[in-house]
């Protein structure tokens, strides 16, 4: 073998940096013993904000610690990464940046009718970290000057214009993209905002020629050509195109960063999005990922052969957890604690929490709160995915495995506090898995997965997530205290368990090391995924928490009177180990 | 490990440059070398404050494009209240659309005349400062010499005042009962303020500002809409205000305090509050650099148990410790006011610089 095919063949390195908007890591994956494993990782502050206002320094920052963890210099003199991999194993081969430092795109969505263009917008814009910061429509009371004052006091990154199915003509269409065309003449400032119109294509002459030359105007095709069909992948691209230039690329410092590598910088979201496909694809089912991030909320419902995202930039335990008040009250976040809280009490901590974003709970009582609010935002964010918009149904998705990630849960000591946050926001039914991306890995594996699906796939043989348990949540109605599970359980070690799950309960069972052959025999009027009534025979394995049984019925209903309720709740939270 | 944590600036000797600019373009009226007063103008510009649309091509029934053949005004010339806008001969004579209001001719859009109203807008010092530098059209640069605390949330306004201390200890919540005649025109200092309504008391007295340690969230949308600047030093809640900004700010009661209360942004930007006072050139800080936290260093705490306390760092921990809620994190060894030695997750510190 020559030299210059030894260069050829060889595995080769990546470096990835995830800058999110309070944390940068940065991951080092290479080939050992032949496979390839996740090297080393180091976390550090993202200094995209004042005092450093340059996200290089986060970047570097990081690397400097993996460079002192691992041994390996991964920067130049200059302070670059050094691509690519040298023989003495220093710099590597690959640099990849996944991002979500950025501020989302202040977007006003423009539509005739809230029910169905808007809707669609909006589904539109949830694939982007995006805020919607006005809404105008046909039920919007405003004058065109008022509207008009609106977009100059919201100057807005975008305006995105739909509305009208194809091959009609409404005038009321012409008369929103004149108010919007004169609002976006009379916002000054050094970059004219940018129009997307994505409505009836029979009208698009007319928007052209309504928008003028001074205006930046994407056209796209209708997110609703008809009542009873959507179309929603051109305007999603094209608004991710637009996130893309209009935010990420104006992050300070970006284009140093840029020049360390061939890659684009990939939205964190993507990367997850990705990824968790890819976790479809192994598992051959439907798969969920929830990401419960500092400055948004994203849900992942993806498929082997497709990927439906949602992210809500409004929600997050960060700056914009205060946001959760306009949905629901504090009220409501106090039903999930096992004691005694006031309405103020809530109302400073969310507010606090948003001035100190990056901070984490020291005490119990803080770290319940967390977990109680956690619940009611991933409960909002889910109402999203969950609707099936053209019968407006909400229908919970069927999932094999549900993917979580995000500061919360990294900070939370206890799996099966994650899980009962999770079952309780999102209340599930069926069969599934719970996985926790401990580490923060997956977005950079989803960025990875641009480049080396070998590298992927190894990287996870290596039980790089953390197994947390499954979970079967039998779907019917009983009085409490009646049977509604019959659960046997056969380790390897040919030990068995079996037991009655009552219903209205919470039962955690232990699941030996190795794979344990469960048999579960639901009571007629109940069902886990095969018919009520119908029993199955499932082979699982292992897990941090084991195996959950949430008899508790759907939707789960709390007490009325407050000492029942916290009473239920600690014994919830008792039976889950929180 | 090199460890960065959020960090905020509290000097209490110090020379500091800031900026003056104005919103837009305009005139600046002081000159590089000059001492500028706290209530001196030293920029102006006429500020857009409202528009109006004419309709013209709806009134007039006449295409959009039709509409510029007859302007009689050009883009930005001034109008006066029924000066013409429009005009053409008729068969029986001419029609004229006349100016419904005094402004300025911005521009046509699709057969709409858009005419803009202004406003002197008139920057301020705030500060008694020497300008350091002017930037033409926007502003100037003016350079201080005193204190300088950065806070964690403002109200988007700024103003200047004499501070009169109002609370006797950096935990005790404002009372009906504390505020008196005496207030007015100056910058009330308060550790705790938990009642939304004191905040209408304080405006009745006439404050022309308000450094508060910590505020309630219920106080927060009147904070919002008071007409005088709010800087909150420390958080929302009942935390007070931490001992040692407490202290400092009480060393100069009575003394000139202008309140710089922005709101805080996605990119860091915080409200601060500077009072000039004389220092001698040796006794002058060096300008805060952010640097990694070592031992030794101030730092605050930013939650629960021992929200708002201010300690020093004893040593950073190369391993993660074990806190009350089972989280393992990296962090340090923080001695607090009272000699207890408490171990702090990296993420919940706030290093004073």
Redesign the interface.
């Known amino acids: 073998m020559t030299n210059t095919e030894t260069e050829e063949t060889r595995p080769e390195s990546f470096l990835v940096a995830d800058c999110g908007s309070t944390n940068t890591r940065v991951l080092l994956f290479d080939v050992v013993d032949g496979v390839y494993r996740l090297i080393g990782r180091a976390t550090t502050m993202t200094t995209t904000t004042a005092p450093w206002s340059d996200i290089t320094q986060g970047i570097t920052n990081a690397i400097q610690q993996l460079s002192e963890m691992t041994g390996r210099q991964l920067l130049s003199s200059t302070g670059k990464v050094l691509t690519p991999e040298k023989a003495n194993k220093t710099g590597v081969d690959h640099f990849m940046l996944v991002v979500s430092a950025a501020p989302a795109l202040k977007t006003i969505l423009v539509g005739l009718s809230e029910d169905v263009s808007l809707n669609s917008a909006r589904r539109v814009l949830h694939t982007v970290y995006a805020q919607e910061v006005d809404t105008f429509s046909l039920s919007d009371g405003r004058s065109e000057d008022e509207q008009v004052a609106a977009i100059m006091k919201h100057k807005p990154d975008l305006i995105f214009l739909t509305g009208g199915t194809d091959g009609g003509a409404d005038q009321r269409l012409l008369t929103f993209a004149r108010t919007v065309s004169l609002g976006v003449t009379m916002l000054t400032g050094a970059k004219r905002v940018p129009v997307l119109y994505a409505g009836n294509k029979e009208q698009r002459e007319e928007i052209t020629k309504i928008m003028g030359e001074g205006i930046v105007l994407h056209v796209e095709n209708n997110v609703r050509p008809s009542l009873n069909t959507e179309n929603l992948a051109d305007a999603a691209n094209m608004i991710g195109n637009l996130y893309q230039d209009l935010r990420i690329k104006e992050l300070p410092g970006l284009h140093n960063v840029l020049s360390w590598g061939k890659y684009p910088p990939l939205p964190t979201a993507r990367a997850f999005a990705t990824i968790t496909q890819y976790f479809a694809a192994l598992q051959k089912g439907q798969v969920l990922g929830v990401e419960l991030g500092t400055e948004s909320v994203t849900l992942v419902a993806a498929s082997q052969d497709h990927a439906d995202l949602t992210i809500r930039s409004d929600l997050g335990m960060g700056r914009s957890i205060i946001n959760i008040l306009k949905y629901v009250k504090p009220a409501e976040i106090a039903h999930w604690m096992p004691t005694e809280i006031s309405n103020e009490e809530i109302r400073d901590f969310l507010y606090n929490k948003s001035l100190y974003p990056q901070t984490i709970a020291m005490s119990p009582e803080e770290l319940q709160l967390e977990h109680a609010i956690a619940r009611e935002m991933l409960r909002i964010a889910s109402l999203d995915t969950a609707v099936d918009w053209q019968s407006g149904r909400r229908a919970p998705l069927p999932f094999r495995l549900l993917l979580v990630r995000g500061n919360t849960f990294a900070n939370t000591p206890r799996p099966g506090q994650i899980i009962s946050v999770l079952l309780d926001a999102l209340q599930p039914v069926g069969i599934f898995a719970v996985a926790m991306d401990r580490y923060g890995i997956l977005p950079a594996l989803g960025a990875l997965a641009q480049e080396s699906s070998l590298a992927v796939v190894q990287t996870l043989e290596s039980k790089i997530m953390a197994d947390l348990g499954w979970v079967v949540v039998p779907v019917g109605k009983a009085q409490p205290g009646h049977k509604a599970l019959h659960v046997r359980i056969e380790s390897e070690q040919q030990t068995h368990y079996e037991g009655d799950v009552e219903f209205g309960t919470l039962e955690v069972f232990v699941l030996e090391r190795g794979r344990s052959t469960v048999t579960l025999t639901p009571s007629r009027r109940f069902d886990v995924g095969f018919g009520p009534g119908k029993s199955t025979t499932i082979t699982l394995s292992g897990g941090e928490v084991g195996l959950v049984v949430d008899a508790r019925g759907r939707p789960l209903q709390l007490p009325q009177d407050t000492v029942a309720r916290r009473s239920l709740v600690r014994q919830w939270l008792y039976d889950m180990g929180g | 490990?090199?460890?960065?944590?959020?960090?905020t600036i509290i000097q209490s000797q110090t020379r500091l440059r800031r900026e003056r600019l104005l919103p837009?373009r305009g005139e600046v009226i002081v000159s590089p070398g000059q001492e500028v007063q706290p209530v001196q103008v030293v920029a102006r510009t006429q500020q857009a404050t409202r528009?109006?649309?004419v309709p013209a091509s709806e009134l007039w029934g006449i295409s959009p494009d039709e509409v510029s053949k007859h302007m009689v005004v050009s883009m930005g010339q001034e109008v006066q209240a029924g000066e013409p806008l429009l005009h053409r001969k008729r068969a029986l004579g001419k029609q004229v659309l006349e100016s419904p209001v005094e402004g300025t001719f911005?521009?046509l859009?699709?057969g709409?005349i858009?005419l803009q109203q202004h406003e002197w807008f008139e920057l301020r010092a705030l500060v008694r400062a020497r300008v350091v530098n002017a930037i033409p059209n926007r502003g100037i640069v003016l350079e201080v010499i005193g204190t300088q605390i950065q806070g964690?949330?403002g109200n988007g306004k700024e103003s200047n005042g004499k501070l009169k201390i109002i609370s006797d200890a950096e935990s005790e919540q404002l009372t009906q009962e504390q505020i008196k005649e005496e207030i007015e025109g100056n910058v009330a200092v308060v550790a705790v303020l938990s009642q939304p309504e004191l905040l209408t008391s304080l405006q009745r007295a006439g404050a022309s500002g308000l450094i508060v340690g910590s505020i309630?969230?219920?106080s927060?949308p009147w904070a919002q809409k008071a007409p005088f600047p709010i800087i909150v030093t420390d958080?929302?809640?009942?935390q007070g205000m931490a001992r040692h900004i407490f202290f400092l700010i009480r060393k100069h009661a009575e003394g000139d305090v202008a309140l710089f209360a922005r709101e805080?942004d996605?990119?860091?930007?915080?409200p601060e509050l500077i009072i000039p006072h004389e220092i001698s050139t040796g006794m002058l800080q060096s300008p805060p650099e952010?640097q990694p936290l070592a031992a030794e260093q101030m730092v605050r705490i930013?939650?629960?148990?021992?929200?708002g306390q201010t300690g020093q760092v004893v040593r950073l921990n190369h391993y993660r410790k074990r806190?009350?809620?089972?989280?393992?994190?990296y962090g340090a060894d923080v001695k607090l006011a009272d000699g207890t030695v408490v171990f702090?997750?990296y993420?919940?510190l706030?290093t004073i610089i």
């Open positions: 490990m090199t460890i960065y944590t959020y960090t837009q528009f109006r649309i911005y521009g859009n699709n709409r858009i964690v949330w309630s969230a219920e927060l958080g929302i809640g009942k805080p996605y990119w860091g930007n915080r952010y930013l939650r629960a148990p021992y929200t806190t009350e809620t089972g989280i393992v994190a702090v997750p993420a919940n706030d």
